[in-house]
């Protein structure tokens, strides 16, 4: 059954939104394009100018900006682990973390990809300031272009969220990582199968506020990887970590549900890809306080005995 907490925030935001429009939305490629686009200054001025735009880590339970790096930091253990030479970025977005890892790692090379021009212009800045790190336009969904047995570590964070077909990226990654090489996903999904009406809207609507189709449960995200090929090698669930994180935007988003006229108005002027980050901005942290949303980090490896199915 719904939580109170969440059931008081459905309200306020059936106050203020047409939530059967927003519901409509099915957030494309060009939608998500449009949405980093209106989205370029107030991420760096509500998140973080320092590009690292997703949520920290802070296992002592206390907010810091430092904590933000802690994604690129779980990778750059992997990256010394297996003397990675290559390594690639999926959704490479701003280029924070390549960018942090490409000067922690001068003898790697960095390569990066997103859909997202706005995006990718800053990454493309960064890259200029190190020899090591290349990122480009491309889509995850598409991976033609990279060789097989390519990479020892591939990467993503927060962005698999956006694909609708996680076991065709799977595959391919199994394909272009080399034996013994590891991907790893840090990411949000739905904790639960279980939801009621309410509950499931919440969710639906923190999902479009963010430009995703849908959160996919973490349960059904494991069963794409066992068609995959890869295993896996670690989880861990931080949801408990990622609260101080969604508390900072929750704080925000409460001031905008408290001032409904002013909401009404800010509605009217500004965007929906900018005012529609309002909503997961105030259920996120009720979403993982009900255990009805996780943040987990999964490490996954293609395992070094070769598969019959890759025998030619
Ligand atoms: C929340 S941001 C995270 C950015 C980046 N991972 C970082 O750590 O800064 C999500 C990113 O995913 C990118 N993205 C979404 N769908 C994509 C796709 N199919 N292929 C490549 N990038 C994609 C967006 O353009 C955006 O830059």
Known sequence: MISQELAKKLD???SIFDIEDIVKQDPDDRYIKKYY?????????F??????????ISRDGKYNRDDLLEQARVVNKYIKRVGAKKVLELATGRGANSYYLSKQNPNTEFY????SETQLNLA?????????YFPRLGNYNNLEKFDSNSFEVVFIVEALCYSNNKSKVLCE???????GGFFLIFDGYQSRTDLDGDEKLAC??????MALKSFETYTHFVESVGTSRLTIHFEEDVS????????RFEKLARIYFTLPLTARIAKLIFPKEFVNNSIPAYFMPTLVKDKIACYMITILTKPLTKQPEDRV
């Open 112 to 115: 990066g990809i997103d859909i």
């Open 124 to 132: 493309k800045k960064k890259a200029k300031k190190v020899p090591n």
């Open 240 to 247: 408990e970590y990622v609260l101080p994180t969604m508390k």
């Open 173 to 179: 990654i199994y394909r272009i990582l080399k034996p």
């Open 204 to 209: 639906e609507l923190t999902a479009k506020g």
């Open 47 to 56: 998140h973080t100018p320092t590009d690292l735009i997703y949520m920290g």
């Open 12 to 14: 306020k935001v059936k």
């Open 37 to 45: 686009k209106t989205n370029k200054i107030p991420y760096s001025i």
